[in-house]
């Protein structure tokens, strides 16, 4: 189940990194910038709690 979530979390990552590169194309910098936070979250702390257990 764990690696479901991590997987889902890559997933929704890179969804939320392309959504971010086109705020960015059209001149929104600071959703651009929000949106890679949170694809960066959205890839690391699934990733980070599969490691762990």
Do not use: C, D, E
């Amino acid at each position: 189940m764990q690696l479901l979530f991590t997987i889902i979390g890559i997933v929704s990552g890179i969804h939320l990194y392309t959504y971010g590169r086109w705020l960015k194309q059209q001149g929104n910098i600071a959703g651009f910038i929000l949106a890679i936070l949170v694809a960066a979250a959205a890839v690391i702390l699934p990733g980070f709690r599969f490691i762990m257990k």
